[in-house]
């Protein structure tokens, strides 16, 4: 079993559409959080940071971070096509310098 | 500012050539990473270092050379690379110790071995 669970997708919605992005793990040492957007050919884009559970907003974006589940989530409300791209979770314990990666979901917005 | 900014933004060697790729960033973080991503992949890390000490190496094959002159600037030198070595190259930085939190990543370099 990976460290963390994250579904490739694809995924499309159209344009307007919520979208919910998702990722579950095991290591119970995580407590810092993170969703990078990675556009083709691009590196990744730090787009949310959380530390231990809750909720956290940034405009559109909203992360939860559920730790007695694993499971963290990445809400995209009024999506656009410019949010067509690669969503990566990741995650790190506290002083531990490596973070752990999901294997990104491929997310594509329909005009 | 929260750049990380990598040079070349893309290099074509042979295998038998020696090159470098460069890495900067001014945001006063102390510990810098080189990671490896190939196509449809997550990031693999490669090297991290910490107060310009390498602090870990992912069992990284020899041809790949890192190297922290100072704080702000990180290289990765590259000699007699495989065809297999070809990926986007991503640096990263973020704050060291009990405190790292979480790592911004520069554009990446893209390598093609030939």
């Known amino acids: 079993q990976k460290e963390v669970e994250q579904d490739p997708g694809p995924l499309s919605v159209p344009e307007g559409a919520i979208v919910s992005l998702n990722c579950t793990y095991s290591n119970s040492a995580f407590q810092y959080f993170m969703w990078y957007r990675q556009y083709s050919r691009k590196g990744p884009e730090l787009l949310m940071y959380t530390y231990s559970s809750g909720n956290k907003e940034d405009g559109r974006f909203t992360a939860q971070v559920d730790k007695s589940s694993k499971y963290i989530s990445l809400f995209i409300r009024d999506s656009q096509p410019s949010d067509s791209a690669t969503y990566l979770c990741a995650m790190s314990a506290r002083g531990n310098e490596k973070l752990t990666f999901g294997t990104g979901t491929r997310l594509t917005i329909i005009p | 500012d929260t750049e990380v900014t990598q040079t070349p933004k893309h290099l074509v060697m042979g295998m038998t050539n020696k090159k470098s790729l460069k890495c900067e960033q001014h945001?006063?973080?102390?510990?810098m990473y080189w990671y490896k991503q190939k196509a449809k992949k997550p990031p693999e890390l490669m090297f991290v270092y910490s107060y310009e000490k390498l602090s870990i190496n992912e069992s990284v094959p020899s041809r790949f050379s890192p190297e922290c002159p100072n704080s702000s600037l990180l290289n990765l030198h590259l000699h007699a690379l495989q065809p297999e070595d070809s990926a986007l190259y991503l640096c990263?930085?973020?704050?060291?110790?009990?405190?790292?939190?979480?790592?911004?990543f520069g554009p990446g370099t893209r390598l093609l071995v030939l």
């Open positions: 990263a930085s973020s704050q060291a110790g009990l405190y790292q939190e979480t790592q911004y």
């Open positions: 945001m006063g973080h102390r510990a």
